[in-house]
């Protein structure tokens, strides 16, 4: 076989392990150590020191519920996130200009595998929870990037004051 076919074959392989990958994911957050890096919204926080729980739902309205969250700099703030859609959701913490960027990225590669500590994949039925120290004062934003899903409207703002 042709060394540059060879090649192309394996990419092509490679990359429909990777994409499918997203699909199969175990992404339950409890049984893995989670990876503690700080962010400009703050870093993954430790659920023994979460003082306040926070309820949000998603829905094929392409929605949260609520999609405004007020929270004091230094809170750490346990997310709990309930589907009630008939397909998967995901929430994801971050900048206006790095959720664009990803959203970019995930209608490109819909089915790309990621799991980071501010974000969570809840499939239909189902829920999920991030565990979220908010150490940086700011607004940040949180979406759905589900091909089709932020294009829609599923967005959110969180408020971080200093107070």
Same mark, same amino acid.
């Given at each position: 076989? @042709? ?21 199969? %994911? ?17 870093? %993954? ?11 949000? *739902? ?7 519920? $609520?999609?405004?969250? *007020? ?38 590669? $819909? @089915?790309?595998?990621?799991?980071? $500590?501010?974000?969570?994949?809840? $499939?239909?039925?189902? *829920? ?14 949180? %979406? ?7 294009? %829609? ?8 004051? *200093?107070?």
């Amino acid at each position: 076989m @042709n060394p540059i076919k060879a090649l192309l074959l394996l990419g092509a392989v490679a990359f429909a392990g990777a994409t499918l990958a997203h699909e199969g %994911a175990d992404h339950d957050k409890k049984t893995a150590a989670v990876r503690k890096e700080q962010k400009a919204w703050g870093i %993954a926080g430790d659920a023994k020191a979460a003082k306040r729980t926070v309820q949000i *739902t998603m829905s094929d309205r392409m929605r949260f519920t $609520p999609d405004t969250l *007020t929270v004091r700099r230094g809170e750490t703030v346990r997310l709990v996130f309930r589907n009630e859609g008939q397909q998967l959701h995901e929430f994801v913490l971050g900048t206006k200009q790095e959720l664009e960027e990803h959203a970019a990225l995930m209608v490109k590669f $819909p @089915n790309m595998e990621h799991d980071e $500590p501010y974000m969570v994949h809840v $499939p239909a039925g189902k *829920t999920g929870e991030i565990v979220w120290t908010f150490n940086r004062a700011g607004d940040f934003d949180f %979406a759905c990037l589900i091909p089709g899903h932020y294009q %829609a409207g599923m967005v959110g703002k969180v408020s971080v004051s *200093t107070k």
